[in-house]
């Protein structure tokens, strides 16, 4: 008995030990689970974030183009309003499930941004199907589209902790016939 109790320290440490090891282990495989989900959820957001740009764009890149038929926009790619009804209608009907995911995944900051910028989309969809020819009241706006975009992608930046982008703002030239 002299003899288990000689080794009895040894056993003990090698004991305590072996649930270090343990812990440590399991400590670190729970971090790197919380890790990777984080990772997998942050991806799925810019997923989500990236597709409700895609589908406001394919908007935004209709009214350019029905704003130039009406002499509104200097986009080289006119399109009459009928031309544009069925894309403009497709557009229209993409932006409702990537709405959806986008206010089931994003923050709060980027989906009142997100809102912002649709409504600014709307209001140049209304404009034209009023067939309105006012390019200097277009411009105003596709600029607050443009500066609701730009929120847009901030907010985006900010959520996913990237770092700050290009504000997309490129001098346009003059609508043609009124200089």
């Given at each position: ?27 670190s495989d729970r971090a790197r689970f919380r890790r990777e989900t984080a990772a997998r ?46 894309p403009q209608a497709e557009a229209a009907l993409a932006r409702d499930p990537a709405g959806e995911a986008l206010i089931l ?75």
């Amino acid at each position: 008995m002299s003899e288990f109790l000689q080794q009895l320290p040894a056993l003990i440490g090698v004991v305590i030990g072996a649930l270090g090891s343990y812990l440590a282990v399991v400590r670190s495989d729970r971090a790197r689970f919380r890790r990777e989900t984080a990772a997998r959820w942050e991806e799925r957001r810019l997923a989500v974030y990236a597709d409700y740009a895609r589908t406001l764009k394919a908007s935004v890149t209709l009214t350019y183009r029905v704003a130039a038929h009406l002499g509104n926009d200097p986009h080289p790619h006119p399109l009459t309003p009928r031309e544009a009804a069925r894309p403009q209608a497709e557009a229209a009907l993409a932006r409702d499930p990537a709405g959806e995911a986008l206010i089931l995944l994003g923050s709060r900051e980027v989906v009142e941004k997100a809102r912002i910028w649709v409504v600014a989309v709307m209001e140049m969809e209304r404009f034209l199907r009023e067939q309105t020819r006012d390019p200097q009241a277009w411009r105003a706006l596709l600029e607050r589209q443009r500066a609701a975009r730009e929120g847009y992608y901030t907010a985006v930046r900010q959520d996913l902790a990237l770092p700050p982008g290009h504000g997309a703002r490129w001098p346009l030239p003059p609508v043609s016939g009124s200089r």
